[in-house]
């Protein structure tokens, strides 16, 4: 089982940016597609953007062009860039590995972003 430790949440104003960062354990973190997810109070975990081993990436409609999703394979970690944060993009963020196909059950604890002013 691999563990995922989230990290860089805060307290941002609109319009503002934080950049999260999630560092994973394992030696063979670099085979893995990796996800960012977020979950907002009330409602369902949704997914927010993914990179695969390959490097290539994909984002939900709501952070396209806001939001950017990297990796470092060296350091067992993901990273995601927030940029021009809204109000709605407040809720706890999570990464998690695609495992076989669907995202593995390794949640970690996540990191609270909130935008308010």
């Known amino acids: 089982q691999v563990q995922f430790v989230e990290s860089g949440g805060g307290l941002v104003q609109p319009g503002g940016s934080l950049r999260l960062s999630c560092a994973a354990s394992?030696?063979?973190?670099?085979?893995?597609?990796m996800g960012w997810f977020r979950q907002a109070p009330g409602k369902q975990r949704e997914w927010v953007a993914h990179?695969?081993?390959?490097?290539?990436?994909k984002y939900a409609d709501s952070v396209k062009g806001r939001f950017t999703i990297s990796r470092d394979n060296a350091k067992n970690t993901i990273y995601l860039q927030m940029n021009r944060l809204q109000r709605e993009d407040t809720a706890v963020y999570y990464c998690?590995?695609?495992?076989?196909?669907?995202?593995?059950?390794?949640w970690g604890q996540g990191t609270q972003v909130t935008v308010s002013s």
């Open positions: 394992g030696s063979i973190f670099n085979i893995y597609t």
């Open positions: 990179i695969t081993h390959g490097f290539s990436t």
């Open positions: 998690n590995r695609l495992l076989r196909g669907t995202w593995a059950n390794d």
